[in-house]
């Protein structure tokens, strides 16, 4: 439960703390562990973040602005993790934090790829949590860059992008179809590569098969036909 978790004033103190840090390692794993405690800790927060919003979000910017590139790829999976426990909540600073996003979302060097994968995360967590009506042309945009960005050959750079689609599905229904012709090759190809896959058994876990999902529809009506399948099959016997 949230309640047992540490306050998130604990951690962006020490964030504000760790500035003053004179050895820049030091600083960037103490500032990694604290967004890694704010990814876990907001996830949980629900309404209760509400008070910590500004001060959260104004501190997780500025890391993003100056961290090196590990303590970035935490800080992104902590902003996402602070807009879906404050849904709705989250609008105000969804325009700066886009911009902040948009420019990782452009990135094709190979060190910089799994970053923009964090944040391909990130911006469809934003979109899901403050809905189209608010993001309309960040919708179109990153749709493009996630589009863009299955191109590139990075299989977790991929497997966050199915997810995006995933989140996107849930944002805009049936407007994903005209997307169809170029996702579906993509996520073919990524069920008939040679990688080796992690199957969790979840279907949370699974970004794949929720994409696809997303893409077929809600997927009702299958069952039925396995019973008339099953039906025919007695009928025979």
């Known amino acids: 439960p949230a309640s047992r978790l540490p306050p998130p004033r604990s951690c962006y103190q020490v964030l504000d703390d760790s ?7 030091v600083k960037s794993k103490v500032q990694a562990k604290c967004c890694f405690a704010l990814e876990t800790f907001c996830e949980n927060l629900g309404d209760e973040i509400v008070p910590f919003l500004e001060p959260l979000m104004a501190r997780l910017c ?9 303590t ?15 849904e709705a909540r989250f609008t105000p600073y969804f325009a700066p934090t886009y911009e902040l996003m948009r420019t990782l979302l452009q990135q094709t060097g190979d060190a910089e790829l799994k970053l923009r994968s964090r944040a391909m995360e990130c911006v469809g967590h934003m ?15 990153s749709t493009a860059f996630a589009l863009s960005g299955l ?3 990075l ?21 994903l179809a005209p ?20 199957w969790r058994g979840g279907a949370k ?33």
Request: proline share 3%; net charge negative.
């Open 19 to 25: 500035q003053a840090q004179g050895q820049q390692s």
């Open 155 to 175: 299989p977790e750079l991929r497997e966050y992008t199915f997810g995006f689609f995933a989140q996107l599905g849930d944002v805009i229904g049936d407007e």
């Open 179 to 198: 997307l169809l012709p170029a996702l579906l090759p993509a996520c073919v190809a990524a069920l008939e590569s040679d990688e080796t896959l992690e």
């Open 62 to 70: 500025a890391l993003l602005r100056a961290a090196p590139r590990d």
């Open 151 to 153: 191109q590139l050959g």
């Open 72 to 86: 970035q790829e935490i800080c992104v999976s902590a902003i996402a993790s602070v807009a879906l426990a404050s």
């Open 205 to 237: 876990d699974d970004t794949l098969a929720a994409t696809l999902a997303k893409l077929h529809g809600d997927g009702e009506g299958d069952d039925d036909d396995d019973d008339d399948d099953d039906d025919d099959e007695d009928g025979r016997r």
């Open 127 to 141: 979109i899901e949590a403050v809905g189209r009506e608010q993001c309309e042309d960040a919708v179109r945009e």
